[in-house]
């Protein structure tokens, strides 16, 4: 049971109404997640919007999807593990493209580095070093990719956490957690 209520769009403060049922239209129903966050009408409005933004960026859906499992996996959050891998077959990975995501694989070089950087900003609180930075360039992302990879880092970091200290259930197929966190 979630520690938090998830709240139906009726009873959800009236600045968080619209951007739920905005989420609403996008899904087809309201994931749970939207729903505990939907107590606070701005922390609901941050993440939506930085879920817009993100998908509109230059890295593409597929490659945040991957970026998602990988942060997912590494922090024990079976609810994002689900839910991005589930997004990410939509983006058009396939299974083996999210199952090698997942563990911070993948056999395309460029998805492998952008990977290895995301984790390394996971593992590193963000303290990676100037080698990482240009590793992650030479590899091929330009500056403005590069923010955009720890920009996805940085919401999926929020995300896991609502899921997990709320302790919220997960609404989409489950995938098995690779790695638990240390």
């Not at 992302?141 to 990879?149: A, K, L, N, S, Y």
Request: with cysteine; proline share 4%; net charge neutral.
């Amino acid at each position: 049971m979630s520690r938090m209520p998830l709240l139906q769009t009726e009873h959800a403060p009236a600045n968080s109404q619209p951007v739920l049922q905005q989420v609403q239209q996008a899904f087809g129903a309201t994931p749970n997640m939207f729903r505990a966050v939907a107590h606070s009408p701005a922390a609901l409005r941050s993440m939506w919007g930085a879920f817009g933004a993100l998908g509109q960026g230059r890295i593409g859906a597929k490659l945040g999807e991957q970026i998602a499992v990988a942060v997912a996996d590494r922090n024990s959050c079976a609810y994002c593990l689900a839910a991005h891998t589930a997004l990410g077959r939509k983006a058009g990975a396939t299974n083996e493209d999210m199952r090698t995501a997942q563990m911070g694989e993948s056999s395309d070089a460029r998805t492998a580095a952008a990977l290895r950087f995301a984790l390394q900003l996971v593992e590193a609180r963000g303290q990676v070093s100037q080698a990482d930075v240009q590793a992650i360039k030479q590899a091929g992302f330009d500056d403005g990719e590069v923010v955009e990879i720890l920009a996805h880092v940085a919401l999926n970091l929020f995300t896991n956490y609502v899921n997990l200290a709320f302790d919220v259930p997960v609404d989409f197929p489950a995938v098995p957690l690779h790695r638990r966190a240390a």
